[in-house]
């Protein structure tokens, strides 16, 4: 059973673009939401997360948007450049940073 | 960079046969935590290592065990292998109490034969 549903699994944006990744989850008790990034033979490094006491969380270039009462949450990253074609997970978790459960990942191109 | 260090890189290993991995976590964190990466999928919850015991096991059957040291590093042993286990191996270490970040390793790529 996946715990949190990511979409979509492939993208492709022109660089200058926005990118737009999705996450849904059920498990009301999640109350920790990171993104990571990972490229190719590297460990997924953390980009940003949120909690579920806010709606929007920005640092530089990459938003997360979250909606508590959809059980959603995206990653939004503007003026995408080529240096961020990589794969994107979602993740999410409870009482602590233990036991993340991630989604299936989105390999993001962009084009320049 | 992240502090969290993982030996080796790579490892080919041979069906039935046993292997052990190893991490280093980040300086001042006290929790390790193992997943399991295959091509294309996102990370498994493998366990999770507290004050040298385990706390917590996702759905890996007991030939995955590990040990966690008193300076918080951590050892993941498998035995029995498969070629289902073919994959990434990444630790991440963390603080157990409150939802802090977890920081990963670079992982192990094991590929059995």
């Known amino acids: 059973q996946q715990q949190v549903k990511q979409s979509p699994q492939s993208l492709i944006v022109q660089k200058g673009g926005i990118s737009i990744i999705n996450c849904a989850y059920e498990n009301t008790a999640f109350d920790y939401f990171p993104w990571y990034q990972q490229f190719p033979g590297k460990g997924p490094a953390l980009l940003i997360a949120i909690r579920p006491d806010v709606s929007e969380k920005k640092e530089g270039r990459f938003t997360i948007s979250f909606n508590k009462s959809a059980k959603q949450f995206s990653l939004h990253i503007m003026d995408s450049q080529p240096g961020d074609s990589a794969t994107y997970f979602c993740a999410a978790n409870w009482g602590g940073a233990n036991n993340l459960f991630f989604g299936t990942g989105t390999r993001l191109t962009v084009i320049p | 960079e992240t502090g969290v260090t993982q030996s080796p890189t790579h490892l080919i290993k041979t069906r039935g046969q046993q292997v052990t991995l190893r991490c280093s976590s980040q300086s001042g964190h006290n929790t390790v935590s193992w997943y399991q990466q295959a091509l294309g999928q996102g990370p498994q919850f493998i366990f999770q290592y507290y004050r040298e015991e385990e706390n917590g096991r996702g759905n890996f059957p007991p030939r995955f065990s590990g040990l966690q040291f008193p300076n918080y590093s951590s050892e993941l042993n498998v035995n029995a292998l498969e070629l289902d286990d073919s994959a990434l191996y990444l630790c991440?270490?963390?603080?157990?109490?409150?939802?802090?970040?977890?920081?990963f390793g670079q992982g192990t790529r094991l590929t059995v034969v």
């Open positions: 991440a270490s963390s603080f157990l109490q409150g939802n802090t970040e977890a920081f």
